[in-house]
């Protein structure tokens, strides 16, 4: 053979192994020892936790006593026990199940998780301790099973030969799945804000993160958001019986209930703006301005000592006033701004955010009417009382006393149930097939007789009025409202809350708006790499999920078009559900 043949057979074994997938060239890739490795390495995993990680008590909790695991070594012991399940359904007793899941790839994102888990844990361990002679056998021992585990999982080959969209169960199976789910968040979302420590609290993430992703590899969440379809009331009475339990479970922390509270009012806001990005598709970057409107009505007609009209109505007639005054300004913004879009649009609503926020300092008596006392704004706003219920007072319901902060939770998730209701009935009306059309062409919309400019101002209009009811709450809630709470960085998290969860989804938006608000709160220790982190999680999500968290289906066929088989077999089970129906 010649040269020349012998380096043109060379690069064409070149190419053909470029074309194999990167799993298929792992080392010992469908070996029989494969299984009997990450069953080892998922037993020396849980059994690590068993001793002390730490030799200092005062690191990731006390991970210094042998015998009694703390928080950190707990959620090894979960993945650990997760690991175990899918091997065991991968060959073994639970068999039968791993016919419908993808077994392999779900013990791939765990092993890797284990071992990233474990470096973090060991790291923050040296780091805080001074050094990794501090680093007990334990936590050697669990990061020998996590390296186990993720090399029995990359060499694992997947048996799958049937999909989770198609599997029968029985009603009552799908409603206790949804309740064990329901419960899970309840106390997860409990759990994660006791959690003080912030490496604590990453690492708790982390597990979050990993064990997520293995469900969704498996195809465990495919056969999730098919029984939540079918459930849809349940699954909705689950999510508001979580949100109402919540405070129980706080044992009356009001420092808690005060994130809680916080995270409500963002949602809620978001909730309004996922109206005119999500459905209309008009970028919006000064939506703040009409929260701040809100607050403002809630805090010139509220007894403060410093507020500047005289006229005290209830509470109820102060919400209404408020949401109609956001809504007057959408609509006085909205008429000679709507017929520009893009780029265009997205500069006269961030110009009308700092102009909003410029007049209400101005409103000093010195600069223009007396109404806002300028950028000292409105202090001392009393607390709520409506009748004889006063919410700065705690109350005692069910043995648990619920302090100032829970008292408002509740009514925020009132107003919250209530914004809710109104996006869904808007979604699924002619109008929100309107604001669809518009989002997804515009011409072709007004070409199909769409009252574009109608609906684009209506969208505006709505989702002010939306805001605005928030913003009267959150005025009693912070006891003050200034002009710099109302700033454009506070209207880029509320759109990258909605683009992170999801938009156009309820749901989706109400996770986006929990993890914008919660991880500040809880990653103080890293104050100056926060935004770093939260733009390379955004960068991260437009590469590998721009649909979001929690997408709808429209979206997810938006953004993966080539995914033919995808739509097919969506297509498939909607045409078995309405047969069954019929």
């Known amino acids: 053979m010649s040269t020349s043949t012998t380096a043109l057979a060379h690069h064409h074994d070149d190419d053909d192994a470029a074309k194999v997938p990167l799993l298929e060239r792992v080392p010992g890739r469908g070996s029989a020892a494969a299984w009997p490795l990450g069953l080892a390495g998922a037993v020396i995993l849980i059994a690590g936790t068993f001793l002390s990680w ?28 997760a690991a175990l399940v899918f091997l065991l359904a991968h060959r073994g007793p639970l068999k039968r199940l791993g016919e419908w899941l993808d077994t392999a790839a779900a013990v791939r994102v765990l092993g890797l998780g284990a071992v990233t888990y474990m470096v973090i844990a060991i790291g923050a361990i040296a780091y805080e301790s001074g050094g990794l002679v501090n680093v007990n056998p334990g ?32 009603s009552w199976l799908e409603i206790c799945t949804i309740i064990a789910l329901m419960a899970l968040v309840l106390f997860g979302a409990a759990y994660a804000l006791d959690i003080g420590d ?44 979580v949100a109402f339990l919540f405070p129980f479970t706080q044992g009356g922390s009001d420092e808690n209930m005060s994130i809680a509270t916080q995270v409500l009012i963002f949602a809620a806001t978001a909730l309004g703006l996922n109206i005119v990005v ?27 000592a410093f507020a500047t009209i005289d006229w005290k109505p209830p509470f109820i007639v102060v919400v209404l006033v408020g949401a109609c005054f956001s809504a007057l300004l959408g609509l006085i913004i909205g008429s000679p701004t709507l017929r520009v ?22 409103l000093d008596g010195e600069n223009g009417p007396d109404l806002t006392n300028g950028p000292n704004g409105v202090p001392a706003i009393p607390e709520l009382a409506i009748g004889s219920f006063d919410f700065g007072q705690p109350h005692t319901i069910l043995g648990v006393t619920l302090g100032r902060f829970a008292n408002y939770y509740f009514l925020l998730l009132l ?37 574009v ?44 809350a909605i683009v992170l969860g999801g938009m ?75 047969e069954a129906k019929a």
Request: net charge neutral; proline share 2%; aromatic share 12%.
């Open 198 to 241: 912030g490496w604590s609290f990453s690492l708790f993430l982390l597990f979050v993160a990993f064990v997520a992703v293995s469900l969704s590899k498996a195809g465990v969440f495919t056969w999730v958001g098919l029984i939540a379809q079918k459930n849809r009331p349940v699954l909705m009475l689950g999510f508001f019986a």
């Open 504 to 578: 156009g989804t309820v749901a989706g938006v109400i996770v986006g708006a929990t993890i914008l608000k919660l991880l500040p709160e809880k990653l103080r220790f890293i104050a100056d790499y926060r935004l770093l982190i939260f733009g390379l999680v955004l960068v991260l999500m437009m590469r590998f999920r721009p649909e979001g968290l929690i997408a709808s289906q429209r979206r997810k066929l938006e953004f993966h078009e080539d995914d033919e088989e995808l739509a097919k077999r969506i297509e498939e089970v909607h045409l078995e559900e309405a």
């Open 139 to 170: 936590g050697w021992i669990s990061l020998l099973g996590a390296l186990l585990l993720a090399a029995g999982g990359l060499m694992l080959v997947s048996r799958q030969h049937r999909d989770p969209l198609f599997a029968k169960t029985s």
């Open 54 to 81: 730490s030799f200092t008590k005062d690191v990731l909790g006390d991970l210094s006593i042998d015998g009694y695991p703390g928080g950190v070594q707990i959620c090894m012991i979960a993945l650990g026990v």
């Open 341 to 362: 879009s893009g780029d265009y649009l997205a500069i006269v609503t961030l110009a009308f955010g700092e102009i909003f926020r410029f007049t209400m300092g101005n």
């Open 453 to 496: 400019f109608g609906l684009k101002l209506f969208a505006f209009a709505g989702g002010a009025f939306l805001a605005g009811m928030a913003g009267t709450v959150k005025a009693h809630h912070d006891v003050s409202v200034t002009p710099d709470q109302y700033i454009f960085l506070e209207s880029a998290f509320l759109l990258a």
């Open 278 to 304: 999500g459905l209309a598709g008009l970028l919006d970057l000064g939506y703040i301005a009409f929260l701040g409107a809100g607050a403002y009505v809630g805090a010139v007609l509220s007894t403060s």
């Open 415 to 451: 107003i919250a149930v209530i914004i809710i209701l109104v996006f869904t009935r808007l979604n699924n009306s002619r109008i929100g097939r309107g604001w669809v059309a518009i989002r997804e062409d515009e011409k072709a919309a007004e070409a199909m007789g769409v009252n």
